[in-house]
Nanobody, 115 residues
Framework: VQLVESGGGLVQAGGFLRLSCASS????????MSWYRQAPGNQRELVAD???????TYADSVKGRFTISRDNTKNTVFLQMNSLKPENTSVYYCNIKDQSGWDYWGQGTLVTVSS
């Protein structure tokens, strides 16, 4: 299984970024796709997730600004991040759970928001 993230970078506060996570090599059907983030000194936290049928959940801190979506034909998950704030600076990780119960992680992509 491979998860390849892209889209991170440096952006000014108020700006936007779109993260992508393309995956391949699954034997079992993909179930939930998620984005987590981890800032230095902090625990990894859930940002958003999306079920196979499109049900979404968001951390309170990103509701109304971030949107998670997925393309089941390409096994890809996206995170559109608008109105970015300096406190959103983190390494963002893609997580995919398949129907066997296994958990897979991407390598992480750094998002830096300058004030």
């Amino acid at each position: 299984v491979q998860l390849v993230e892209s889209g991170g970078g440096l952006v000014q506060a108020g700006g936007f970024l779109r993260l992508s996570c393309a995956s391949s090599g699954f034997t079992f059907r993909i179930n939930v796709m998620s984005w987590y983030r981890q800032a230095p000194g902090n625990q990894r936290e859930l940002v958003a997730d999306i079920s196979r049928i499109g049900r979404t959940t968001y951390a309170d801190s990103v509701k109304g600004r971030f949107t998670i979506s997925r393309d089941n034909t390409k096994n890809t998950v996206f995170l559109q991040m608008n109105s970015l704030k300096p406190e959103n600076t983190s390494v963002y990780y893609c997580n995919i759970k398949d129907q066997s119960g296994w958990d897979y992680w991407g390598q992480g992509t750094l998002v830096t928001v300058s004030s």
